[in-house]
């Protein structure tokens, strides 16, 4: 059983398009996350979501939304693609320590790689 | 302002040696300190992780070290092998759902049979 799934793996897109990437977790985690990763790996993380209500928004550009329908889903829409958004998206979840959770651990999907032609 | 520096950038170490990859911190108000392994065209993998009330952690080959005077810690990988190369991160946190995981930039460790 996949724990964090991403779809799709390979996005390739032009420039000034808008794409979606999906993300869904079966861990009953209460926690869901948004990392970019550049080309040179350095991971960073985008957004949050907690009970389905947004509560890390670092400094992401407006044209990127996340959504989440329910605690087990967190998606990703972009707007007008452009170059520098190439880059590999990783979703996580984790399970909050105040909610009963052990651990911070975040679980991490297998990543979509978005390329912007 | 990188809150989490870790060195070096790439690594390369024979086989059966012992690897290590070091990390120093800014924040005193981090918690926890996890370390991901990732493999290529995979996702980042929770490999081991500490708490500050203890100074060493050992898991099979692997032991964190944690000296929180120094604000520092690192990840020795002992009996190194060549499915060990992965590119690894450390990490670290404050508790709770509303504090982010901040990284540092990563590791190449190649293993050489």
């Known amino acids: 059983d996949t724990a964090v799934s991403q779809t799709p793996k390979y996005l390739v897109t032009q420039m000034g398009n808008d794409k979606s990437i999906k993300c869904e977790q079966n861990?009953?985690?209460?926690?869901m996350y948004w990392y970019k990763q550049d080309s040179k790996k350095f991971l960073k993380i985008m957004f949050s979501?907690?009970?389905?209500?947004?509560?890390i928004n670092e400094t992401v550009p407006n044209r990127f939304s996340p959504k989440s329908p329910d605690k087990a889903h967190l998606n990703l829409h972009i707007n007008s693609l452009e170059l520098g958004d190439s880059a590999v998206y990783f979703c996580?979840?984790?399970?909050?320590?105040?909610?009963?959770?052990?651990?911070?651990?975040?679980?991490f999907g297998p990543g979509t790689r978005l390329t912007v032609l | 302002q990188q809150q989490v520096k870790q060195s070096p950038q790439s690594l390369i170490v024979q086989k059966g040696g012992i690897s290590i990859i070091n990390c120093a911190y800014e924040?005193?108000?981090?918690?926890?300190f996890p370390w991901y392994q990732q493999f290529p065209g995979k996702g980042p993998a929770l490999l081991i992780a500490?708490?500050?009330?203890?100074s060493e952690k050992k898991e099979g080959r692997f032991t964190i070290s944690f000296n929180k005077s120094a604000k520092q810690f690192s990840l020795h990988i002992m009996d190194s092998q060549p499915g060990d190369s992965a590119t690894y991160f450390c990490?670290?946190?404050?508790?709770?759902?509303?504090?982010?995981?901040?990284f540092g930039k990563g590791t190449l460790l190649t293993v050489n049979p």
């Open positions: 996580a979840s984790s399970q909050d320590r105040r909610a009963g959770g052990s651990t911070d651990t975040q679980y």
């Open positions: 861990l009953g985690h209460d926690t």
């Open positions: 979501y907690n009970n389905k209500e947004l509560i």
């Open positions: 924040n005193t108000a981090f918690d926890y």
């Open positions: 500490i708490r500050p009330d203890v």
């Open positions: 990490a670290a946190k404050r508790g709770g759902s509303n504090y982010k995981l901040t």
